[in-house]
């Protein structure tokens, strides 16, 4: 299989502290991708800086045979690279509707971009209902499905998801992971990062921890699982 | 009643003149949260391009007839292009490099650039105010106890026109909803491909058109372009702006009609000498009751 991401070396810095020091990630078409980790630990920080939004200091990151170093996050996400970040970042003062043609506004047809909303839509029922309220008037859940389907819009090969459940209800979480293996099934590559690592190693093929900015372990998501390690420090000692 | 209505209609040309000039002011600072201090100095530039124009084309005797109007209308969108282009090049000349300073820095350099400004059209036009062509027919209307020129009723109707477009252009249109997207987040804008220079330099671009509008009613309506016109008009659109609730479009229009009132029933009823304390003593008091302004979000938006 060939690496449809492939991040080498890559360190980043804030304001000269080091978050991400020497990152080695490796993502093939298909694959679920799990990154785990403490808070600070430096996922948002990796995904960050693959979309662009952070400069790398050294290394590099390849998606499908380009190199992104020094792209502009728009540049990257015309690429196919879609990201739902940390707390979901919808328009709040827009509605439904307008977030959702924001996430086509790299697509120059009106009418494919018609169609496309219609799928999410078709994907996201609710959203169907609420389509004309203001953004900022939607739960937790619905904000979340509103941020993943203005990310599909663009039909990304690549998407990155920052804490999906964060802050939502256990029933509207298994929701959004059935939303996500159903994403997936239709072709689309996932990196997740999640605090609720158990439902995240449950989807995913393999996974990787950070710690303090570096990685810790690499292994397939159903090692990590099982690793003693792991489940008590990310998964809950039971 | 008679001088009632009169200054009534007086308050509403210069609001409209206001309302131009801090829509700019608003579309700026809701996309970048700087206030553009030489955006004024765009808005005399303005005036004194479409008065170099009209006095160039008079020279010329083309102000005749269909000749007139055609007259009108090039100074009219030479003053809009000129401004446009002056805004979006102080954009890209000045404030894009400061884009990630501390945000002191970027209002002190539009200071700077106001100065600069200043003085450049002093350079050029002199110290004195120079008479704006006075070419469009103003005889008076009467309309029951109101009386109005027939110039007050172009400025009103085009301020207007130019603010309905506006607002169908932010609303509806992709880049208008690229710049409300830009406004509120930026790398959220950004992660769904929107290139978020661009909409900052379309953003003054229209910003910069507007106060051509503004530059070519205002010469029309004031009868004269001086090259400090912007400072006080800019003061008094600014506060317009805030009045309204800065960043907020509709707030802009509100703001720039009712400070527009307030200098013409301050003028008439307490004198001229006191109209600028009326309209300033506004911006205090706002900022102290209520900075988020009449129209302006009181709610935080961020978490």
Known sequence: ?238 | MHEFLAQLANGVELGAIYALIALGYTLVYGILELINFAHGDVYTFGSFVALGILVGLRAAGALHGAGLILGIAAALIAAILASALLNAGIERLAYRRLRKAPRLAPLITAIGVSFMLENLIELWQGSAPVPFPNVIPNPQLQIGALEVGVQQIVVVALAIVTMIALHFFVQRSKLGKAMRAVAQDRDAASLVGINVDRTIAMTFLIAGALAGVAGFVGGVSFGSAWFLNGFGAGLRAFTAAVLGGIGNIAGAMLGGFLIGMLESFSTWLIGGQWSNVAVFSVLILVLVFRPSGLLGETLPEKV
């Open chain 1, 1 to 238: 299989m060939s690496a449809l991401l492939e991040v080498r070396a890559l360190d980043v810095r804030y304001g000269g502290i080091v978050a991400l020091r020497g990152i080695d990630l490796r993502v093939d078409e298909g694959e679920i991708v799990a990154l785990l980790g403490a808070n600070g630990a430096g996922k948002t920080t990796t995904l960050r800086a693959i979309s662009g939004l952070l400069p790398i200091r050294s290394g590099e990151v390849v998606f499908d045979g380009s190199n992104l170093r020094k792209r502009s996050p728009d540049a990257i996400a015309r690429l196919g690279i879609g990201h739902v970040p940390e707390g979901r970042r919808i328009f709040t003062r827009m509605t439904v509707r307008e977030n959702l043609e924001l996430g086509g506004f790299a697509i120059a047809s009106q009418r494919e971009a018609a169609t496309r909303i219609d799928d999410a839509l078709a994907i996201f029922p609710r959203l169907r209902e609420r389509i004309e309220q203001r953004a900022g008037t939607l739960s937790g859940g619905e904000q979340q499905m509103l941020a993943i389907g203005r990310a599909l819009i663009a039909r990304p090969r690549l998407l990155l998801l920052d804490e999906p459940s964060l802050g939502l209800a256990p029933l509207v979480v298994k929701q959004i992971f059935e939303v996500l293996r159903d994403i997936h099934a239709r072709g689309t590559t996932i990196v997740l990062v999640e605090q609720n690592a158990r439902a995240a190693l449950a989807l995913a093929d393999r996974g990787y921890v950070l710690r303090n900015g570096e990685i810790a372990r690499d292994d397939t998501a159903a090692a990590l699982a099982e690793d003693p390690a792991v489940v008590a420090a990310y998964l809950g000692g039971e």
